[in-house]
């Protein structure tokens, strides 16, 4: 399978402090995108990054991507109760996309 | 409002009766797929359409099939049903295939008893 992975499966943490998730992959991409899922509900897009760029913010969000690494990390700053979802990467090759398992954040009030 | 629209929402049915799910996108998108989606599975691509008259497999395509006769509709066939293909499924498109942003469908939760 060429899914991806992301890591932690869940995270929680205190209204206010940032979240870091990580997201791992095993071939050659197009782009890298994040997508975030309330529970139940369609994806929902949040950023998407570029196989020659290295980092890319979006309000709170700051995506990075390591290629050589296979890699990238999704960092939503100062985080809100309302920042409570799934969030996957997907990568995209070719014209396919390829998931993650995604990580549940949990924002306490 | 720029969407995707899916139907049924929910469905039960029985193993083997033919069903078909509908998704509907009013945005003027080539790129046009569909999902399932599995506890601890993540998302899996079971089709994709690159434009009209253009399908592809994609990672799951066993027991599925797919149409994409005009641009806007995009219906997934299941010809016959299995337990296995209980599952939430969504709809997705984009302008393009590369470089763009998915739209998804709010879901079609469907159990095949």
């Known amino acids: 399978s060429q899914q991806g992975e992301e890591d932690p499966q869940a995270l929680s943490i205190q209204e206010g402090e940032n979240a870091t998730m990580n997201c791992s992959y095993k071939?050659?991409?197009?782009?890298l995108q994040w997508y975030r899922q309330n529970s139940g509900r369609g994806l929902v897009h949040l950023i998407l990054?570029?196989?020659?760029?290295r980092e890319k913010h979006s309000g709170r969000l700051r995506v990075t991507l390591d290629t050589s690494k296979k890699s990238s990390s999704l960092l939503i700053t100062a985080s809100r109760a309302a920042d409570t979802a799934s969030y996957f990467c997907?990568?995209?090759?070719?014209?396919?996309?390829?998931f993650g398992t995604g990580t549940s954040l949990t924002v306490i009030p | 409002e720029a969407q995707v629209t899916q139907n049924p929402r929910y469905l039960i049915t029985v193993t083997g009766k033919k069903l078909t799910v509908t998704c509907s996108q009013n945005?003027?998108?080539?790129?046009m797929s569909w999902y399932r989606q599995d506890p601890g599975l993540g998302l899996r691509q079971i089709y994709y359409s690159m434009n009209v008259e253009v399908t592809d497999k994609g990672d799951v395509p066993e027991g599925y099939k797919v149409s994409r006769k005009e641009k806007r509709n995009f219906p997934l066939i299941l010809e016959s049903p299995s337990p296995n293909q209980t599952s939430l499924y969504f709809c997705?498109?984009?302008?393009?295939?590369?470089?763009?942003?998915?739209?998804f469908g709010p879901g079609t939760r469907l159990t095949v008893l």
């Open positions: 990054i570029r196989s020659n760029e």
């Open positions: 997907a990568t995209h090759r070719g014209n396919q996309f390829y």
């Open positions: 945005m003027n998108h080539e790129y």
């Open positions: 071939t050659s991409i197009n782009n």
């Open positions: 997705a498109s984009s302008l393009r295939a590369l470089y763009n942003e998915q739209f």
